[in-house]
């Protein structure tokens, strides 16, 4: 008879393999970071900047300024990039966080040598027309009319405009937004920003060497331009209740949270990201547990640690059922007390570890997950031995020292908590 | 090319293998051959319902995600109108936790009142997120029932109805649970880095001694012909007007499906697609539109949706559609274009092969339809299309008297 009762025997995760990039420079001095290591016949482009929506003069500039890449340039009228890149089975995605923008192409190998002319006249000669940007503003403007009477992206606007009151992070576009945005800021934005000693190149999937001499050929005259990297840390965040109510809302969308001034890659950085995944990092995790998996309360909830270049925050987000919107409130501070009360137990600790290294595991397979991986780190000045760093705090830490960095690091009384719906 | 071996055990239950070394990671994907169009019009919204239960303990293993997540994995679901699917993505070391799992879960659930109690919650708190509480929520609450009248497909995933879920019983559970959740009504895919001999003996430890079960035959209405435009209008607090259009088109196995799917791509696949060249930034009348399909496996819908630009009214809007559905019937795609859209199919094909789990999900749907060889005769489907096919299927499916039309008006 077989035991249907007993688990099959569990292997540990002996190691997570990271894999370091060809490093090379273009005669601009453009560095490019190669990772040849795929099985399929693909390859992902990607080209970063510097130029995140903090180095702005006015909401929207950066994002406009990735998102039009690709849809004019001198040589060609608007459409004419996309379809030649859509013909060659392309595709292109651009975008911009707080810190840094991207526009990456993706395309099968066999379609490269053709395809790889397009995008360097998209990338190098973009001319963001007038009457296309208009034509982005009023859709983005509608656009952000439909999202703004969701609660769960109200809530997150208004968390992050009081979390980061005083700091370019917590400038966000409103309506009136986009009728002040126009082509010459655009320009501006992309002359001073998009250049060769701003950025990086990083490419990923399989591909030979003469991959560099194309990418020296087609991106070596993006001029050379300066490095306008620069920082302004936020160490901290005021604490406050704040509820904006929202007439006939059958939900309310709850955030809390706080910045957090602790290291990137230090041990207490570590440490507070097993604790987060405890908290609210995974399926199995308290909140989830409590607040869904018990109450029923809501369809989901988590929490993360968000780093940037500027800030590091923690928070927790959820959208629960209006009328229980204070028994989730009530819920979501017992768990944040017992993180601070209690020791985690073994049983809860060793299953957030197999957790936490099989997620290492899967986010690192593949070329582009391992470009991403990089890079991640890359940025913040840091580089692979992050992860065996990271690894051993996995398999070492107790939970003697998490009871400590939760004391140290998730005090109720100093979180801002948003509720947008009905209380 | 995706090379897999397959098998069927004793009790019915299918099992392709396909082998992948370049990965540490193995999918592992079990398909039950059960969705929303098996509910009664009564109890809708239960096969979903049921995918949650799921999750809620087994008779011998009181916490599905627990044990995963010791092993370093983790899983998901989701249900549509004709399917469950289920897969847990893992370190290929600690497969044999999956094959314990999910064959304890079919084997018999715990069935308890908690979990039913709670997942009752978390299943309305969903609908209202997702169907309620959001600008456009209720659209397919609404398009559903407009385009389909006798077939189970008039009624979304989710529910008719947050009553429905409300009144689910534990006898309900049960015998939803013996009549759907059978060895012949299951298809399981592993993709990693496995071998058939050990995924054949894993599965035949694991899966072989569950009974079978008395099979379920499928007995569904089929949709009568629309014969005439079918019009709704309704009135909701949102920004801006959106207009929804549904055609009736073939079922999946059909040729005359990639004739549609293709005419979807014409429409509105990239930036450079007519719908978005045209429509969206040439004449500028729309902020958005886009055509799909559904890829049911019965017949199907053929959906254009979009929002009207502030002061462009959903009649003007929907004229303007209708000429461009018209050029279709009118005039020959170029083969420009055509090589464009087969470029872009064999592209995406590539990519689609770059994760275990998306192979393993696909080979199990195949293998629903009739087969998984499948997966390798794709493209060959769409390069044989010619100009002069898809004109023909645009004159028939984009016949007025075939269409559903939607106006969402916002509240002034």
């Known amino acids: ?423 | 090319m995706i090379k897999f071996e397959k098998f069927t055990l004793e009790n019915g239950l299918t099992v392709i293998v396909h082998e992948d070394k370049s990965t540490p990671i193995v999918a592992f994907n079990i398909l039950y051959d059960v969705g929303a169009r098996d509910e009664d019009e009564s109890r809708t919204g239960f096969a979903h319902l049921f995918e949650h239960l799921m999750f809620g303990g087994s008779s011998n293993i009181p916490n599905f995600d627990n044990p995963l997540q010791q092993a370093g994995g983790s899983s998901n679901a989701f249900t549509s109108n004709d399917v469950t699917n289920y897969y847990d993505t893992l370190p290929v070391q600690n497969l044999e936790t999956a094959f314990w799992l999910e064959s304890d879960r079919l084997n018999k659930l715990a069935f308890t009142d908690k979990s039913l109690e709670v997942q009752r919650s978390v299943v309305i708190e969903e609908f209202k997120q997702n169907y309620l509480n959001q600008p456009y929520g209720d659209v397919w609450l609404l398009l559903r029932p407009l385009a389909y009248k006798d077939h189970p497909y008039k009624w979304a995933t989710i529910g008719k109805e947050i009553k429905h879920i409300e009144d689910a019983t534990m006898e309900d559970v049960k015998i939803f649970f013996y009549k759907h959740y059978t060895p012949q009504n299951g298809i399981l895919c592993v993709a990693g880095n496995v071998t058939v001999e050990q995924i054949k003996e894993l599965s035949k430890k694991w899966f072989g001694p569950i009974e079978t079960r008395e099979k379920y035959v499928r007995e569904l209405p089929v949709e009568p012909k629309q014969r005439e435009l079918r019009k709704l209008e309704v009135e909701r607090d949102v920004p801006s007007d959106a207009l929804y259009m549904t055609f009736h088109m073939a079922s999946r196995m059909d040729k005359r499906f990639y004739l549609a799917d293709m005419l979807s791509d014409v429409l509105s696949r990239g930036k450079s697609s007519r719908f978005t060249k045209r429509l969206v930034l040439e004449k500028h009348l729309f902020t958005e539109l886009d055509a799909f399909i559904l890829g049911s496996s019965d017949a199907g819908l053929f959906v254009i949706s979009g929002k009207p630009k502030e002061g462009v009214s959903l009649e003007e809007a929907y004229a303007e559609v209708r000429l461009e559905l018209e050029i279709l019937q009118k005039e020959l795609v170029t083969e420009y274009e055509l090589q464009k859209i087969k470029n872009k199919m064999e592209s995406i094909n590539i990519f689609g092969e770059m994760s275990v789990l998306n192979k393993a999900i696909n080979l199990c749907s195949f293998e629903l339809l009739g087969d998984a060889q499948m997966i390798n005769q794709q493209m060959d489907n769409y390069t044989s299309i010619t100009p002069r096919d898809l004109q023909e299927e645009a004159m028939e499916i984009f016949k007025e008297e075939n269409c559903s039309v939607l106006f969402y008006k916002a509240k002034k």
Do not use: W
């Not at chain 1, 009319?145 to 968390?159: D, M, T, W």
């Not at chain 1, 955030?255 to 199995?284: A, C, H, M, P």
């Open chain 1, 1 to 423: 008879m077989l035991d249907r009762i007993t688990a099959p025997e569990i292997k540990k995760i002996e190691k997570v393999s990271y894999i370091e990039p060809e490093v090379r420079t273009l005669s601009n001095g453009m560095k490019v970071l190669g990772f040849n290591i795929g099985s399929q016949e693909v390859i992902q482009l990607e080209f970063n900047f510097y130029s995140g929506s903090k180095y702005q003069e006015k909401s929207l500039i950066a994002g406009y300024v990735s998102k039009m890449i690709g849809e004019a340039s001198s040589n060609y009228a608007s459409g004419e990039i996309m379809d030649k890149i859509d013909y060659y089975g392309a595709f292109l995605q651009s975008g911009s966080d707080r810190d840094m923008s991207h526009v990456t192409l993706f395309t099968i190998q066999k379609q490269l040598k053709y395809v790889l002319p397009v995008f360097a006249e998209a990338l190098s000669k973009p001319t963001f027309p007038e009457r296309e940007l208009s034509i982005h503003l009023k859709n983005g403007k509608q656009n952000y009319k439909v999202e703004n009477e969701k609660v769960g992206y109200r809530c997150r606007q208004l968390f992050t405009e009081l979390l980061f009151k005083n700091h370019a992070y917590g400038k966000l576009a409103d309506e009136a937004t986009y009728d002040e945005v126009n082509s010459s800021m655009l320009i501006k934005f992309y002359k001073r920003m998009y250049s060769a000693s701003n950025g990086l190149i990083v490419v990923a999937g399989k591909f030979d060497d003469s991959l560099y001499s194309q990418l020296e050929k087609e991106f070596g005259s993006i001029p050379v331009g300066e490095n306008k990297r620069s920082f302004q840390k936020v160490v901290s965040s005021k604490a406050e209740k704040v509820y904006e109510e929202k007439l006939g809302a059958i939900q309310s969308g709850i955030r809390i949270g706080k910045v957090l001034d602790v290291q990137y890659g230090s041990d207490e950085f570590f440490k507070l990201q097993i604790l987060n995944t405890v908290f609210g990092g995974y399926f199995g995790s308290r909140l989830m547990s409590n607040i869904r998996e018990d109450k029923g309360y809501t369809y989901g909830i988590g929490s993360a640690i968000t780093s940037m270049e500027d800030a590091m925050f923690f928070f927790l987000s959820t959208e629960v059922g209006a009328d229980v919107t204070n028994e989730a409130l009530k819920e979501v501070y017992f768990e944040l007390d017992r993180l601070r009360d209690e020791l985690v137990s073994e049983e809860e600790l060793v299953m957030v570890k197999n957790y936490m290294l099989g997620s290492m595991l899967k986010s690192s397979d593949g070329p582009f997950s391992m470009a991403d991986k990089y890079k991640a780190v890359y940025f913040k000045g840091e580089d692979l031995s992050f992860y065996d760093r990271y690894i051993s705090m996995v398999n070492n830490v107790t939970s003697e020292e998490l009871l400590e960095v939760a004391k140290k690091y998730f005090d109720p009384e100093e979180m801002l908590e948003v509720v947008v719906g009905k209380k």
